[in-house]
Structures are given as C-alpha cells and as structure tokens.
Nanobody
Framework: QLQLVQSGGGKVQPGGSLRLSCAAS????????LEWHRQEPGKQRDLVAS???????DYADSVKGRFTISRDNGENTVYLQMNSLKPEDTAVYYC?????????WGQGTQVTVSS
C-alpha cells in the first residue's frame, strides 16, 4: 500500500515553469507505474504523463515537448517538470501510482497559469 503526498504547484505567468512532486510512503515503489493527471472544474480527469517501472514515458499531445515526467526510486518520488506553461494548463493536478492489486492517488494540487 502507498500513500502519496504532493507538493509544488501555485500560480505562474504564461511561459513560466513549475515543478510538481509526489512523494510516496510504502514499499516497492519501484514496481509501480506512475502517472500525472489533471482536472478542470466540471470536466473529467485527464492523463497528462506516465512513466513505467522501466522508465518508459508517455505524454498527452497537449503537453509533449513542454512537460517532463521523471521518477527517483531512491527517494520514492515522481516529478512533473512543466515548462512553457499556458493558461489552458490551469487545473488541479493529481499523481497516481498503480500496479496489480492497487491504485493510489495524491491529494491534488492547484496549478494556475495567468497573467
């Protein structure tokens, strides 16, 4: 079982950068597939980026070339580096960890991109 605690986020101007962190407590973090999702008010939660236990990454088309997902298994943490932020990136961002037998979510963190 994992517990995920997010940090980072906040308000930034268009073109700026932010880094989100998601620290896990629990065992065998390195076995988990990790993802970042985001959700705007009144809309569904969408997958933004993923990284497998083999460090294979994938991104939504809307963030390719701007966002980078990474993991530090020694620190039990997954990161989302967000560059060249746009107003349409404004959302609550959630980290997710899953493997056979369990899915876990972080508490969510607000990212606002506005001038």
């Amino acid at each position: 079982q994992l517990q995920l605690v997010q940090s980072g986020g906040g308000k930034v101007q268009p073109g700026g950068s932010l880094r989100l962190s998601c620290a896990a407590s629990g065992s065998e973090f390195w076995l988990y597939h990790l993802e970042w999702h985001r959700q705007e008010p009144g809309k569904q939660r969408d997958l933004v980026a993923s990284i497998s236990n083999l460090r294979i990454t994938d991104y939504a088309d809307s963030v390719k070339g701007r966002f980078t997902i990474s993991r530090d298994n020694g620190e039990n943490t997954v990161y989302l580096q967000m560059n060249s932020l746009k107003p349409e990136d404004t959302a609550v961002y959630y980290c997710k960890a899953w493997r056979f037998g369990g899915t876990y979510w972080g508490q969510g963190t607000q990212v606002t991109v506005s001038s």
